[in-house]
């Protein structure tokens, strides 16, 4: 073997000796228009992630986003921002005393229905993602990506237990309504020859 390669395999060794890996990914939702819907953002097998970047690439024509708000996993300081229509921006530096570490969210990506009709599901994409370990040398992750995807359909979104409610209350009704228009039976009386017997008995 050549001094060159014997570099190069100590090199590549190295890599992969030390860089932790990540995996980051988004769902499969779906909503009606005017209605505000959930992304998770997740996180799985988190090595000890200490910061964290990357864009979030939404169909502007369906989609606006809204927010973004920390889910269960530590976040420390973090931003975000719309570039441009259609990309979404976060980046974060994570708490030094508590890195990410293992699955869950890390965010809940807020975005607002704007209008469509019901059809085929469209890209949610993690684009140019990137991730730090929060150790001294701050060595980059290998980061796996899943993207999701996004259907204009029904979804009850951030109203869900105002509709759920709604429903409850008028099944309720129906059921009072029913019950009090439900004919009464009257009190059975006893048959005219029963009532003869008591009579002479007395």
């Known amino acids: 073997m050549t001094s060159l390669a014997r570099i190069f395999a100590l090199l590549l060794f190295a890599h992969c000796a030390h860089a932790a890996s990540v995996t980051l990914s988004l769902p499969a939702v ?3 228009s005017g209605f505000t819907i959930p992304v998770t953002l ?20 369906l989609l606006e986003a809204t927010g973004v708000d920390p889910g269960t996993l530590p976040t420390g300081l973090f931003n ?10 976060i980046v974060m530096a994570g708490d030094p005393q508590n890195p990410v570490k293992g699955s869950g969210t890390l965010f809940n990506l807020q975005f607002k229905v ?4 019901t059809g085929a599901p469209m890209p949610l994409i993690l684009d140019r993602a ?37 429903v409850a ?11 009090k228009k439900k004919p009464r039976q009257a009190p059975m009386r006893a048959p005219e020859c029963e009532r003869s017997a008591q009579t002479k008995a007395f």
Not at 46 to 55: E, I, K, P
Not at 80 to 89: F, Q, T
Not at 169 to 179: C, E, N, P, Q, R
């Open 30 to 32: 779906s909503g009606s």
């Open 130 to 166: 990137r991730a730090w370990e929060q150790t001294k040398d701050s060595l980059e992750m290998r980061v796996t990506t899943e993207n999701g995807s996004f259907q204009v359909g029904f979804g009850l979104g951030q109203h869900k237990w105002l509709i759920i409610g709604a």
């Open 80 to 89: 975000h921002n719309v570039v441009e229509p259609g990309r979404l921006r």
């Open 42 to 61: 997740s996180v799985r097998d988190a090595q000890g992630m200490g910061a964290f970047q990357c864009d979030v690439l939404y169909p502007p024509n």
């Open 114 to 117: 704007l209008h469509g009709e």
């Open 169 to 179: 209350t008028v099944i309720l009704l129906l059921v009072i309504l029913a019950w």
